[in-house]
Nanobody, 117 residues
Framework: QVQLVESGGGLVQAGGSLRLSCAAS????????MGWYRQAPGKQRELVAG???????NYADSVKGRFTISRDNAKNTVYLQMNSLKPEDTAVYYC???????????WGQGTQVTVSS
């Protein structure tokens, strides 16, 4: 059974930092690509950052230079370091096991990030 458990969300002032973690189980973590997504109220879920099994990363333009995605295969965990946070970063953040088939995509339960101005 695949499980993805996010942690690290919370309330932070604009300009502050948070680090999100997503612990995975039930998969061979080192061979999969992972992603962080977010969904703000009234908006569609969007990709924030992704990391391939080889470590290649990609970012949404809105977070480039502020957010960093990384992974620790020994701990089956993917991280999202978020710096210089803005109120518009407020959303529920989800991690996702990526797949070319929707049948093998999995989502975590989400963690709330709130940035106050």
């Amino acid at each position: 059974q695949v499980q993805l458990v996010e942690s690290g969300g919370g309330l932070v002032q604009a300009g502050g930092s948070l680090r999100l973690s997503c612990a995975a189980s039930g998969i061979i973590f080192s061979v999969v690509s992972m992603g962080w997504y977010r969904q703000a109220p009234g908006k569609q879920r969007e990709l924030v950052a992704g990391i391939a099994n080889g470590g290649r990363t990609n970012y949404a333009d809105s977070v480039k230079g502020r957010f960093t995605i990384s992974r620790d295969n020994a701990k089956n965990t993917v991280y999202l370091q978020m710096n210089s946070l803005k109120p518009e970063d407020t959303a529920v953040y989800y991690c996702k096991k990526e797949s070319t088939s929707t049948r093998y995509e999995y989502w975590g339960q989400g963690t709330q990030v709130t940035v106050s101005s």
